[in-house]
């Protein structure tokens, strides 16, 4: 019955490895987006995408890269992983990219970078 | 660019009594909607209430209520009844456009609530 899940919750890894979260919603949104939680518990857009379709990319570095099989999921991977990247990564869903909705978010998955 | 402000990075309030959590924004847009997040020590983020620029009233929901005034460009959150499970990170947005049209939230730096006996 979970609206918006995301998996792992939890990725403990080495630097310069490659990982990937995935996030699937059964809301039937047409919006979903990658926002990222920094140590001070700031909150940050990474990325948009409205129908498969990326439509906000914020200044984000190469080595993230998401990916949209289909409206319901949206994964994110990162290569070559770095101390800096660890941070607590939120997918979240809205019904529309347009107008002024209220984004549903996933549990989070808090990865560390050793 | 649009700014959500956050003045207060702690708060403490007695249980059963009222609480207002201060937020202000900046946007030069006339249409934004103002949202209001609950992150407990679980680290999950759960939406609470949401009030569009345009809406005449004042949002509540249950416990919740968003002080809003426009002309202050302030979103002020009214927790009534305080309770001991509202001790937890809370958070103020503003939906914005994006860069590729779509929109996004932007977040204020959050106030930490702790509710006591």
């Known amino acids: 019955d979970t609206a918006v899940s995301q998996t792992p919750k939890y990725l403990v890894t080495q630097m310069g490895n490659d990982k990937s979260i995935k996030c699937e919603q059964n809301l039937g949104h047409d919006t979903m987006y990658w926002y990222k939680q920094d140590s001070k518990k700031f909150l940050k857009i990474m990325f948009s995408?409205?129908?498969?379709?990326?439509?906000i990319n914020e200044t984000v570095p190469n080595r993230f890269s998401p990916k949209s099989p289909d409206k319901a999921h949206l994964n994110l991977h990162i290569n070559s992983l770095e101390l800096g990247d660890s941070a607590v990564y939120f997918c979240?869903?809205?019904?529309?990219?347009?107008?002024?909705?209220?984004?549903?978010f996933g549990q989070g998955t808090r990865l560390t970078v050793v | 660019a649009q700014k959500i402000t956050q003045t207060q990075p702690g708060m403490f309030v007695q249980e059963k009594e009222a609480v207002t959590l201060d937020c202000t924004y900046d946007t030069s847009d006339p249409s934004y909607g103002l949202f209001w997040y609950k992150q407990p020590s679980s680290g999950e983020m759960i939406f609470l209430i949401y009030q569009g620029s345009y809406d005449q009233q004042n949002a509540t929901e249950g416990r919740y209520s968003l002080n809003f005034q426009k002309a202050r460009k302030s979103a002020n959150l009214v927790i009534s009844a305080s309770q001991l499970g509202d001790s937890a990170m809370y958070f103020c947005?503003?939906?914005?456009?994006?860069?590729?049209?779509?929109?996004?939230?932007?977040f204020g730096t959050g106030t930490q609530l702790k509710v006591e006996l």
């Open positions: 979240a869903s809205s019904p529309r990219a347009g107008g002024n909705t209220e984004a549903f």
């Open positions: 995408y409205n129908n498969k379709e990326l439509i």
């Open positions: 947005a503003m939906s914005a456009l994006g860069t590729g049209g779509g929109n996004k939230l932007t």
